[in-house]
């Protein structure tokens, strides 16, 4: 019995679709901030990877195995031994980023967002212009 009533809605399920008419999903547009987060958090795990065999931080994307969300561009911005910071853009929105920055900092220049100029206040924590 319960083997008949499984047959019986796979046929009446999609008879049943079918007479609503074609569903089209269309996906969100994506969140420009979200976007460009995702990619710093991912080359922030990159850049700890790349840490540990190498003693030291990479200075560009290609030198890590990386590859930001579709449509963000990111790039180191400085490196050294103990530090890097990072800018990551999405395509769609020209003149505005996010910035990041980890490890010890004196001495070196903290990133900043090209549109309105702003500073992460602590290490690990991005900042983004309004995208």
């Given at each position: ?78 490196a050294t031994q103990r ?46 212009d309004p995208m």
């Amino acid at each position: 019995m319960r083997i008949g009533l499984q047959v019986i809605a796979l046929i009446v399920l999609p008879t049943s679709l079918a007479a609503q008419g074609p569903r089209i999903s269309v996906p969100p547009p994506p969140n420009p901030g979200q976007s460009v987060l995702l990619s710093l958090r991912s080359l922030a795990r990159a850049e700890e990877q790349y840490l540990e065999t190498r003693m030291r931080y990479a200075g560009s994307v290609d030198s890590l195995r990386f590859k930001p969300e579709p449509g963000v561009t990111v790039v180191v911005t400085s490196a050294t031994q103990r530090s890097w910071s990072a800018k990551g853009m999405w395509d769609k929105s020209p003149g505005r980023s996010c910035v990041v920055y980890f490890g010890y900092t004196s001495g070196v220049k903290l990133p900043i967002t090209d549109f309105e100029g702003r500073r992460p206040k602590q290490e690990g924590e991005p900042v983004c212009d309004p995208m």
